[in-house]
């Protein structure tokens, strides 16, 4: 049985032009079950005006670079036909805390390293670590390592 508010919504037009995204960006999220649409009696597929909030909770994540996957994970236990509070957003910033610290520790290391190679001119693949880093072969020399140990050639 479909309610006034269930079978009127808003269309994908309004809601991408709102939420200033594409409406293949909505159907994709839709596709991902990120949103959630229904079809009305004309077959168009139609939206609960909540469905912004969600937009804009995926589209903040995005831009700390959060994956969708970790983002379809987060809301997979919010209510389908209700906007996330505040509450909410509070619950998923807080898992996603441990992963933006991570790679900001590993961007500051990798930063630090960058100073080793005005010396190194991406020569040494042998010692670089930016290019080649915990290189278990910079040990057996340098060359076509892989292929000296086996004659039969890379497939062999």
């Not at 200033?20 to 079950?33: C, E, I, K, N, P």
């Not at 909030?53 to 809301?75: D, H, T, Y």
Request: charged content about 25%; overall charge positive.
């Amino acid at each position: 049985m479909r309610n006034k508010k269930r079978s009127s919504g808003w269309s994908v037009g309004q809601i991408a032009k709102r939420a200033g995204v594409s409406v293949a960006t909505l159907h994709f999220y839709d596709g991902q079950g990120l949103i959630f649409s229904w079809r009305n009696e004309g077959n168009q597929r139609r939206f609960d005006p909540s469905v912004l909030r969600r937009i804009a909770v995926i589209k903040s994540a995005q831009r700390l670079g959060i994956s969708l996957e970790a983002i379809s994970a987060a809301m997979s236990n919010l209510p389908r036909d209700k906007a996330p509070s505040t509450s909410d957003w509070k619950k998923m910033s807080t898992r996603w805390r441990a992963e933006l610290q991570q790679r900001i520790t590993q961007l500051e290391r990798l930063r630090d390293e960058l100073d080793g190679c005005i010396g190194c001119g991406c020569l040494s693949l042998k010692s670089c670590q930016l290019r080649n880093p915990e290189d278990e072969a910079g040990d057996t020399g340098s060359g076509a390592v892989f292929l000296k140990r086996n004659n039969k050639g890379v497939n062999g």
